[in-house]
């Protein structure tokens, strides 16, 4: 099928499952959005282009759309696509650590063969990729670990390859767990019966072997072997520790959200900005939490307290070019969602996104329609996960993660959905600051008002 028909029937499918779920007062600044033939082909070269690289491997799920027009059924049919590893990733960085088990541990390699044996040699089980979450059940010795996986399979993996997780409340009780460990850094240790290297040699300990030893004097250490005491030399002895991946689970930040169409809060936002510097704090948009979030699957990052996530919605062709100017003006970015029923030739053009994009600001999704998604089917809510982020994507080329539910509704179905559709946090209208992991799909914010003064802004992002 050619691709501007195939657009064309995209456009039509969203405007046929829609039906009744738009606002009695339809908005006259694009009611002249009509689609000519060059038209069709330009938006379906954006949409088909496939530019943007997300690196996974995706399916794609087709969805019967029916509308009932009294006389008839019209059906068409809309391809969805899905990447079930981000979602699997996604979902695993919304999990804490005392969610995920005891002994988990996560791969900080690129990848991470699982083998039969302790041995380089010996058969492959499956290989994992970086970050990906398995559970120790043994450490045989510090070159090695016996590994169970999240289907059942075990194996053996390199020990330097993974990290434990561990939140940082916990991380010192962690560590007393190994005090007083150590590993034989060489290829193998002779055991001594006194503490000599001319005493009689009474066993020997291979290499990376672990022990706990008695004691430990100068150039020599105290150990027992098969019911006798002995020696070893210490200078082949290294304390062993686990790497530890410290996780963030608890997050206190300020997300500040202003409406787009409440004009006089976008007005003052230069002076909200000005005020905010003042008191030293740093305007971000909702990626810097992304980029802290996957940091911190590799090492220990965390979200300054001083920084405030700065998002906008409700952002239209009618207040596009005033919500720009005020960011511009206070020299800040912002993560603008949008919905994508408001982007097209008459609406917000695909120039004045890419200048958005230019102007340091992150661009997001708030589905089509922007209607409250708990009053819709599983079939139209997936059209506003899916079709929206793919419009956006492919017009920005860049990851849209993020999505702004209207009017804040969300409930555990929702949530669902916006997992399999590979969003790795949910905005709502609830008013807080503080929030875990298993919140990202149920971030709140603070809900910026016409009547705040620069003064407010500052109290509200303590």
Same mark, same amino acid.
């Given at each position: 099928?050619?691709r501007?028909?195939?657009?064309?029937?995209?456009?039509?499918?969203?405007?046929?499952?829609?039906?009744?779920?738009?606002p009695?007062?339809?908005?006259?600044?694009?009611?002249?959005?009509?689609?000519?033939?060059?038209?069709?082909?330009?938006?379906?070269?954006?949409?088909?282009?496939?530019?943007?690289?997300?690196?996974?491997p995706?399916?794609?799920?087709?969805?019967?759309?029916a509308q009932?027009?009294?006389s008839?059924?019209?059906?068409?049919?809309?391809?969805?696509?899905?990447?079930?590893?981000?979602?699997?990733?996604?979902?695993?960085l919304?999990?804490?650590?005392?969610?995920?088990?005891?002994?988990?541990?996560k791969?900080?390699n690129p990848?991470l063969n699982?083998?039969v044996?302790?041995?380089?040699?010996?058969?492959l089980?499956?290989?994992l990729?970086?970050?990906?979450?398995?559970?120790?059940?043994?450490?045989p010795?510090?070159?090695?670990?016996?590994?169970?996986l999240g289907?059942?399979?075990?194996?053996?993996?390199?020990f330097?390859?993974i990290?434990?997780l561990?939140?940082?409340?916990?991380?010192?009780?962690?560590?007393?767990?190994?005090e007083?460990?150590y590993f034989?850094d060489?290829q193998?240790l002779?055991?001594?019966?006194?503490p000599s290297s001319q005493a009689?040699?009474?066993?020997?300990?291979?290499?990376?072997?672990?022990?706990?030893?008695i @004691?430990?004097?100068?150039?020599?250490?105290?150990?027992?072997?098969?019911?006798?005491?002995?020696?070893?030399?210490?200078?082949?002895?290294?304390p062993?520790?686990?790497?530890?991946?410290?996780?963030?689970d608890?997050y206190a930040?300020?997300?500040?959200?202003?409406?787009?169409?409440?004009?006089?809060?976008?007005?003052?936002l230069?002076?909200?900005?000005?005020?905010?510097?003042?008191?030293?704090?740093?305007?971000v948009?909702?990626k810097a939490?992304?980029?802290?979030?996957?940091?911190q699957e590799?090492?220990?990052?965390?979200? @300054?307290?001083?920084?405030?996530?700065?998002?906008?919605?409700?952002?239209?062709?009618k207040?596009?070019?005033?919500?720009?100017?005020?960011?511009?003006?206070?020299?800040?970015?912002?993560t603008?969602?949008?919905?994508?029923?408001?982007?097209?030739?008459?609406?917000?053009?695909?120039?004045?996104?890419?200048?958005?994009l230019a102007?340091?600001?992150?661009?997001q999704?708030?589905g089509?329609?922007?209607?409250?998604l708990?009053?819709?089917?599983?079939?139209?809510?997936?059209?506003e996960?899916?079709?929206?982020k793919?419009?956006?994507?492919?017009?920005?080329?860049?990851?849209?993660?993020?999505?702004?539910?209207?009017?804040?509704?969300?409930?555990?179905?929702?949530?669902?959905?916006?997992?399999?559709?590979?969003?790795l946090?949910?905005?709502?209208?609830?008013?807080?600051?503080?929030?875990?992991?298993?919140?990202?799909?149920?971030?709140?914010?603070?809900y910026?008002?016409?009547?705040?003064t620069?003064?407010d802004?500052?109290?509200?992002?303590?």
């Amino acid at each position: 099928m050619p691709r501007s028909i195939s657009f064309f029937l995209l456009v039509v499918s969203f405007g046929i499952l829609f039906a009744g779920c738009t606002p009695s007062e339809p908005d006259k600044s694009l009611e002249d959005f009509t689609f000519t033939e060059s038209d069709l082909e330009r938006v379906a070269e954006i949409a088909g282009s496939g530019a943007i690289d997300l690196t996974q491997p995706s399916s794609t799920e087709v969805l019967s759309v029916a509308q009932n027009t009294g006389s008839s059924v019209l059906t068409e049919t809309v391809a969805v696509t899905k990447n079930p590893e981000k979602q699997a990733f996604y979902d695993s960085l919304r999990m804490a650590v005392q969610d995920q088990g005891e002994n988990l541990y996560k791969v900080n390699n690129p990848f991470l063969n699982v083998r039969v044996s302790m041995d380089v040699s010996s058969e492959l089980v499956r290989r994992l990729g970086q970050g990906e979450v398995l559970t120790v059940t043994e450490i045989p010795n510090a070159g090695w670990a016996k590994v169970k996986l999240g289907d059942g399979k075990e194996g053996y993996v390199a020990f330097r390859y993974i990290a434990k997780l561990v939140t940082e409340a916990k991380l010192p009780d962690e560590k007393k767990k190994f005090e007083g460990q150590y590993f034989v850094d060489f290829q193998f240790l002779n055991i001594r019966k006194d503490p000599s290297s001319q005493a009689e040699k009474i066993g020997e300990l291979p290499g990376e072997a672990i022990l706990k030893p008695i @004691s430990m004097s100068g150039e020599w250490a105290r150990v027992a072997h098969d019911g006798k005491e002995g020696y070893v030399s210490s200078q082949y002895l290294k304390p062993f520790l686990p790497a530890f991946l410290v996780r963030q689970d608890d997050y206190a930040v300020s997300i500040l959200q202003y409406q787009a169409d409440d004009s006089a809060s976008i007005a003052a936002l230069g002076k909200h900005i000005a005020a905010l510097k003042n008191a030293g704090k740093k305007v971000v948009t909702l990626k810097a939490l992304y980029d802290t979030v996957l940091a911190q699957e590799t090492r220990d990052a965390r979200i @300054s307290p001083d920084m405030v996530i700065l998002t906008v919605v409700g952002v239209s062709a009618k207040n596009v070019r005033a919500v720009s100017d005020a960011l511009d003006g206070a020299g800040v970015g912002a993560t603008i969602f949008l919905r994508t029923k408001d982007i097209g030739l008459s609406g917000i053009t695909e120039k004045m996104i890419l200048n958005l994009l230019a102007n340091g600001n992150d661009l997001q999704s708030s589905g089509h329609t922007g209607d409250d998604l708990r009053s819709m089917t599983d079939a139209q809510v997936m059209l506003e996960f899916g079709q929206s982020k793919k419009l956006i994507e492919d017009i920005s080329k860049r990851e849209v993660s993020s999505f702004a539910y209207p009017s804040g509704g969300v409930n555990d179905r929702i949530m669902k959905l916006a997992s399999e559709y590979g969003y790795l946090f949910g905005l709502t209208q609830t008013p807080d600051r503080k929030f875990t992991r298993a919140q990202f799909l149920r971030l709140p914010s603070l809900y910026v008002t016409s009547g705040m003064t620069a003064d407010d802004i500052v109290k509200l992002a303590q």
